[in-house]
């Protein structure tokens, strides 16, 4: 993994810290604007809730194969995941030949699934341009048989349909152009050169050229921040003024937030508070075309996807990675017109929605409206409840109306009150199996209380757990029980933690004015039998490590191969130990455990790793990413446990840090006294 991942992962906490109004300053807007303002420029995006986004370049041509072999990775990174010489993968251009294109079939498609606007590739780390651009030849009208620019009848599409159309440009890599390649990796000495010149020569004069000539653009949708210091990103922000309105991403680096955070490949778990937000998303799992990815998913799936941004508040940004020949895949055809069916009869519960009211609800999501007088709650259901009472629990408004969105006559729905729930009586079958919609009308905003939370270090004990219960807000009372029912008004209040000396169901509720105010918070803590010590007499301080070398993208069976070198270790510590590409280490032994009881181990590594206790997998922290954590739990005897960790690192820079935390033992890293070999 490498450096520029940290330094992008660095730039993102940062513009977190920095949410809220855009500020006068460097990490700031480009332009002073009110809040107003802001929310005028934003507001069409806010309501559009959903857009495509087109991976399309010369990496169709290859589609995921070099010299007939499949390159690992995702498809548009080909170039770089196989380090294919420049001038090779120039070559491909002369099989770009997209004759089968057809923009406005593209955007007709977007437009039935429920897409309100389309960000496509002008040019990708590649640094093909998919527009004749006067900065290079490396470009689809000067290196292609098609010889035709492919932006403009796009944008004329979009034009024509009512889309919004945006352009992702990579501003900071470029694999085919000198001092392109200052953060993305580096393997030809056709990319000998210097970043500043790259950005002033190419990147600023293409950038130029996009918010010229293709008539309105709404979105720039900047990729990656690495590398960018502020001088450089402040080179590209005049350009902005050509197009009044344009939004931002927060890619550009240089400390500059953006309008939007991007999240990639997830929907972040509770929005981002403050901030725009669009999670960007495969089908597959890649974003550029690529033959031999099958791996879909579901048209469900994606529905569902697309309900949890909009309950939290977020835009989903789906992809497609057209062919060479400028077909749209099949598969991505048929899910988006899947999609499409759906928006049709839900669409008013996803476009100018806000986030749900509720923190979590048991099955399904919602988003909301303000209407005269009211709130309209969409009531996305995911799980249809058998017994037909759907149950919305903690709500406190009055009810007016309720109606399914599927039914053309919006037919009413019986809604009562139960205790501190409102409850809609449901036909018994569902009508659509990736989200029914049930619309709730209520008097006025939602007032909404939460179920209590409930905290405990971990979820399952040996000898004794003790179970701390919040209320969610002042003026509760929380009571709880033991027994899996629901907490009455007589059931035991809660007056400090829970203490669990068997498996135990704690449910547990807020109460005001001797009522029911919230819905039940219920979690299961599982007693298990500890794992017993082994014996071992003379065991040596120390660990046993030994050294591979290949290149995995995930972690090889290392039983099956053959060790470069074996050693001893004082402990986990990497540092010093080998600094290049295309290794990996086993490290083996005991580990001392102070008293009997439930542990967590962790493991923090770049690129993966995994931890073992006997033969059991505790952590699994497998694959290529940045220096990521992962926890496992397990319960043991006090004693001596055989530990083994086995870790790789495919490229760039490594690391790795076994930590682990027990009764009265803060989270620390595993220290050279308790590891024996
Ligand atoms: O355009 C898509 C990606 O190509 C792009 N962003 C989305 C929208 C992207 N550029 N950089 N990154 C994502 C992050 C870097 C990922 C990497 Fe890797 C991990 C680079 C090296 C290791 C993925 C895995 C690419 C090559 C191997």
């Not at 709404?218 to 350009?239: H, N, Q, Y």
């Not at 909009?310 to 048929?334: D, F, H, R």
């Not at 903690?394 to 009150?417: C, H, I, Q, Y």
């Not at 004693?639 to 840090?657: A, D, N, Q, S, Y």
Request: aromatic share 10%; hydrophobic share 35%; proline share 7%.
């Amino acid at each position: 993994m490498r450096l520029q991942i940290r330094i992008g992962i660095l730039i993102a906490c940062v513009a977190v810290l920095h949410c809220g109004p855009r500020s006068g300053d460097g990490a700031g807007p480009v332009r002073p604007e009110s809040l107003k303002q802001r929310n005028e420029r934003m507001a069409w995006w806010r309501d559009a809730r959903f857009g495509l986004f087109i991976h399309w370049g010369v990496y169709s041509v290859p589609a995921g194969e070099y010299r007939g072999r499949p390159v690992d990775g995702i498809g548009e990174w080909i170039m770089n995941n196989a380090h294919i010489p420049c001038a090779e993968y120039r070559r491909y251009a002369k099989r770009f030949n997209p004759v089968r294109y057809d923009p406005d079939a593209w955007v007709r498609l977007a437009k039935e699934a429920g897409m309100k606007y389309i960000i496509i590739t002008s040019k990708h780390h590649d640094g093909f341009a998919l527009f004749d651009s006067k900065a290079t030849e490396w470009d689809v009208v000067d290196a292609t048989p098609y010889g035709k620019d492919l932006l403009k009848p796009l944008a004329e599409a979009c034009g024509r349909h009512g889309l919004r159309l945006g352009f992702y440009h990579s501003q900071a890599q470029d694999w085919n152009h000198p001092g392109g390649s200052a953060i993305g990796g580096h393997w030809d000495k056709a990319q000998d050169g210097d970043m500043d010149a790259y950005i002033r020569d190419i990147a600023v004069p293409q950038v130029r050229e996009i918010l010229s000539n293709y008539g309105p653009v709404s979105v720039i949708w900047w990729d990656t921040p690495e590398g960018m210091t502020k001088e450089r990103a402040e080179a590209f922000l005049p350009l902005l003024d050509l197009q009044p309105g344009i939004i931002q991403n927060n890619r550009l680096g240089g400390g500059y937030e953006g309008d939007t955070e991007t999240p990639e490949q997830y929907v972040p778990a509770t929005g981002f508070p403050g901030r725009d937000w669009e999670t960007c998303m495969t089908m597959n799992d890649t974003w550029g075309y690529k033959k031999s990815d099958q791996n879909w998913k579901s048209a469900r799936t994606l529905v569902r996807q697309l309900v949890e941004a909009a309950s939290k508040g977020g835009n989903y940004l789906l992809n497609v990675g057209p062919t060479s020949e400028g077909l749209i895949p099949e598969p991505s055809v048929e899910r988006l017109k899947a999609i499409g069916r759906w928006t049709r009869v839900n669409g008013e519960a996803i476009y100018g929605t806000q986030a749900s009211p509720f923190r979590s609800l048991e099955w399904g999501r919602c988003t909301q409206k303000s209407v005269p007088g009211g709130t309209r709650l969409y009531l996305h259901v995911f799980d249809w409840p058998a017994d037909g009472k759907l149950t919305v629990s903690g709500l406190r408004n009055r009810p007016k109306t309720a109606f399914l969105l599927s039914d053309p006559d919006r037919s009413a729905l019986p809604v009562e009150r139960i205790e501190d729930a409102l409850v809609v009586t449901l036909p018994s079958a569902a009508p659509d199996t990736a989200a029914s919609v049930v619309v709730l009308e209520i008097q006025g905003k939602p007032e909404v209380v939460e179920t209590p939370d409930m905290a405990s270090d971990f979820t399952s004990f040996t000898d004794s757990l003790d179970v701390t219960i919040a209320p969610p807000g002042r003026g509760f009372d929380v009571r709880y029980t033991l027994d899996g029912s629901a907490p009455s008004i007589s059931s035991a209040k809660v007056k400090g933690p829970v203490r669990l000396r068997e498996t135990t169901t704690v449910s547990a509720r807020c109460f005001r004015g001797g009522r029911p105010a919230s819905g039940v918070t219920r979690r299961t803590y599982e007693k298990i039998a500890p794992v017993p010590a082994v014996t071992r007499t003379g065991a040596a301080p120390g660990l046993a490590v030994s050294l591979y070398e290949g290149e995995w993208s995930v972690l090889p069976d290392f039983r099956k191969l053959r060790p470069l070198r074996r050693g001893t270790a004082a402990d986990f510590d990497i540092a010093g130990r080998r600094t290049d590409d295309k290794f990996g280490f086993v490290f083996e032994g005991f580990v001392r455990v102070p008293a009997t009881g439930l542990y967590a181990f962790f493991t923090e590594s770049d690129d993966g790793s995994r931890l073992l206790i006997g033969e059991k997998p505790v952590v699994v922290n497998d694959g290529l990413h940045g220096m990521e954590e992962r926890r496992g739990e397990i319960a043991l005897g006090a004693g001596l446990h055989p530990i083994r960790v086995e870790f790789f690192e495919k490229t760039g820079e490594e690391g790795l840090v076994v930590s682990w935390l027990g009764p009265g033992l803060p989270k620390q890293r595993i220290p050279g006294e308790a590891l024996f070999r």
